[in-house]
């Protein structure tokens, strides 16, 4: 932690890990489950929701060097906003169950083409090799953690207020836009070491222009003038 490439890289990639757990991920699905059974679908609906899964995440694969990861992101929170807007407006007053299932469906849309894979993506990119192994072993525990911390207050958060628990997870998703915009970097077509480099400059923008060469600065401040060339005789 003592480099300020390892501080920005850890903030970064462990936050994009929080947020997306922490943004209603579980929850969704938990409640999808009763939307659905309400709605009267059956099995053929798990079918049709992985199926949509898959979709949007190859359509994120494929995009992903394309649009860039800060991109995907801001269009995937962006989704899921909308959609937790709609759900807490729908279970404040519920409505046909149609609307739920396009919402729900768009969140997971969301979720799938940004959170989902672009924050394995960025996190395996962003540690340098050294840490590398270190880091992803804290993002995948504080993961495994988080969702399951998510599933089990679920229940109790919906049944208490469906419409709060949403707002709640919408002023969460409104907030990882700003994150991602605040300590994001865009790292497509960079190699390890210039996404390092970008790290630190980031983290310690001082400390990077002090280590600039001597010939980028500039005279010293108060050192003379050079000499003027003498002139032939």
Sequence with gaps: ????????????????????????????????????EDAGLGASSAVALAAFKLLCTSLAVAGVDSFGRRTLLFAGIAAMALALAALAALAASPQNPTYTLVAMFTFIGGYQLGFGPVTWTFISECFPLKHRGRALALATVTNFALNALVTLVAAPLLAASAAACFASFLALALFSIYFVDAFVPETKGLTLEQITAMLRQRAAPDAARATRPAADAGPAYGALPPAAPALPL
Excluded: E, H, K
């Excluded at 932690?1 to 943004?23: E, H, S």
């Design 1 to 36: 932690l003592a480099d300020p490439a390892n501080r920005a890289a850890l903030l970064a990639g462990v936050g994009l890990v929080v947020l997306q757990q922490i943004t209603g991920q579980p929850s969704v699905l938990y409640y999808a489950a009763g939307v659905l």
